[in-house]
């Protein structure tokens, strides 16, 4: 357990950086940028959108499960790291689930409407709706506190249902909207817009860089078509993260393996995972489109949580069952190769203590624990682990999206991570490998912001291609390349 | 006084315990249709069944999930569970009644293992509504029937030790095993109807999370079309 914040603190965390005459116009106080929210009659819409949703999906079920039967015995007070740092009530995940189970049972069950009638209660209300509002973007969905729930309650689900319904009368995080926008109806396609030719640069850029420092010619293989794999990382990664995919370059000229990245879409990130199914599912389908495109067999994701998660289960979900391409996590993929011994990593030059970071969407549900530990066991000298980890890991605080949302940085960095700075600050490790984008920037700036500057947040293959030795037979050849040094290139011009 | 208790643990009792059983069924069938629906209707039929027994069978022995996050209160529960469930359905007392209606029986706890029991669960009782009397946490989140149901619950196992195990005249046992019939008669008409419900929801708790991430395939379409929204853009 955590001290909780202090005035101080909250006080900070808290600071609204919007003017006041947006908040008036928009009449709603929410921690986060909305563009052009429904201001009137939001309750009514709010239940209009709500009606929409539980007629065409199978949320109705599930949440006449949650209300029947919540015991509210508080148990999930103590997993969730935001109500461990502010301690304010209504933090409390059983608490936040029933600002919504309670809509659901007074306007969509038979009994609650009938008791509704009889005392006479309102219902809805336009405060309730701004309370979910800031509510449902105070909790990072990272679904540990479902863990402990005696009776099974997902507050991840409901948290995302929630998220869901708001955003059908106006109310989404812009970050998040802009980026979707720009994903689905944009000119680039993808959430960073980047245009395809700065892409190429950028790709042909590192695979000089690579050459270079490793004397292998590793390529990054583009449309490409037939391959067992076709990529998709966070598309970001391109702009920040390029060690992490030279990494994955790097993996896949040493073992051989056959992918590419598609010209078409090669966008992992799917922000419909956060706030909207109907975005989640759009989303989906351009993956696998684009895999079909290029007659790939299966889904490759980067490093980032988030992809990985919506395209293992939403690929199956919308995109036709068995029929749907496999999805395969990128570290999967090198675990099996250093277990087919094709990877060889050099035991020395990674000396400095490492500790891994479960991203939420790869870990609770159990899908990749063991294995990224495995492979940094195999070649770090010192590596130790977090308590708790695994499954039952705590989020780095930016999870469900918030990381995107600038404007409450200051939130993410002294409440939602304020657990995870503890944890990492106790292991005394000089790298925290976080496999996902979304960590990876969170991480960056809880270290800042808590004053760790001395921790380094790096991703698996980060430290994978710092190690990776080549097969003698792959170096490029002495002489091939001097003829390509630029005095070569010169003599060869004159 | 004896047409009142002929009442009591007679016809009214038939129909509580009718009332009770009808309306957990009904939850159990509404649940069992609503897991049946959503799996028919994904495209996605893959459940990760090792991962839903294992958290279900979990629950059933909660101490072992939670005695590091919260030790007294999962011992406390857990042994509160235990009494609560096997009191009434192995006492000697209670058996015996079921056999002289119904011909059919089954073993009983010992004496001095029910009364132990008895005492174990009422005490648990009250540590539960202390427990969320006193705690900030609890305190916030809870509805009425959360205080009402451990003191409701722990009456009939009061009178019923009373009536067994106390020297009282004729008079004051009879009201006590009235009480001690009406108070578990209440206790069964309000099962079905609020949180002990999940006296049957529990085992399938895992499954209905698992299934309510998985969306109908054109559900995303559907919530478009009906809010008018299908061609505007994001
Ligand atoms: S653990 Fe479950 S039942 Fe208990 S308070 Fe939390 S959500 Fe409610
Ligand atoms: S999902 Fe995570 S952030 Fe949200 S209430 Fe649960 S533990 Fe807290």
Known sequence: MIKPITEEERQHAFKTQRKPEVLEKQKLDVRYHIEDPVVDGRAQKFLEAFAAILKNTNYGFVLDQYVRSSAKCSRCATECQVYQATRDPKDIPCYRSELLLSVYRRHFTVGGMLRGRVLGSKGLTDEKVNEMAESFWNCTACRRCTLQCPVGIDHGLVTHLGRYILSEIGIAPRALVISTREQL?????????????????????????????????????????????????????????????????????????????????????????????????????????????LKGRKILIGECGHASRSAKYFVPVFCGGKDAPPVVNCMEYLYDMLKEGKIKLDPNVITDPVTYHDPCNIARQGWIIDKPREILKSFCKSYVEMTPSGKNNICCGGGGGTVSIDEIRPYRTTIGGK?????????????????????????RELMEDQGMDDVEIVGLHDLVYKAIIFDESLKVKKEEKEEETPEAVEKEVE | MQPLMDFVAGPLFRLTFAIMLLGLLRIVVLTVWGVIQARRQTDDKVMPWKLITENTLGWLVPVLRLWKTRPIYSVVSFVFHIGLILVPIFLIGHIQLIRESIG?????????????????????????????????????????????????????????????????????????????????????????????????????????????????????EGVAETLGKKEMPV
């Open chain 1, 419 to 443: 657990a995870k700075a503890e944890q990492i600050r106790k292991t005394g490790a000089k790298y925290v490998v976080a496999p996902c984008a979304n960590c990876k920037k969170q991480l």
């Open chain 1, 185 to 293: 109806e944009g000119k680039t396609g993808n959430t960073s817009a980047i245009p395809v030719p700065a892409l190429l640069d950028t790709l042909e850029f590192l695979e000089e860089d690579m050459e270079e420092e490793k004397g292998v010619k590793i390529k990054f293989p583009i449309d490409q078509e037939d391959c067992e794999y076709v990529f998709f990382p966070a598309v970001s990664d391109f702009l920040m993260e390029a060690d992490t995919l030279m990494g994955n370059a790097a993996v896949f000229t040493a073992t051989g393996g056959s992918w590419t990245i598609g010209t078409g879409y090669f966008d992992g990130i799917n922000y419909g995972l956060f706030y909207s199914d109907r975005m989640l599912d759009r989303i989906v389908k351009k993956v696998v489109e684009e895999t079909r495109r």
């Open chain 2, 104 to 220: 059919i029986g089954w073993p009983v706890l010992s004496d001095n293992l029910a009364d132990i029991l008895t005492i174990v669960t009422m005490v648990t009782a009250v540590a539960l509504f202390l427990g969320r009397l006193f705690s900030k946490e609890a305190r916030f989140i809870s509805r009425p029937q959360d205080y009402v149901w451990p003191v409701l619950l722990a009456i009939p196992f009061a009178t019923g030790y009373v009536c067994n195990n106390m020297a009282i005249g004729a008079g004051v046992y009879q009201w006590t095993m009235l009480f001690h019939m009406l108070s578990a008669e209440l206790i069964f008409v309000f099962i079905p109807f609020t949180k002990i419900a999940h006296c049957v929801l529990v085992p399938f708790s895992q499954m209905v999370s698992t299934l309510g991430w998985k969306f109908p395939p054109r559900s995303g």
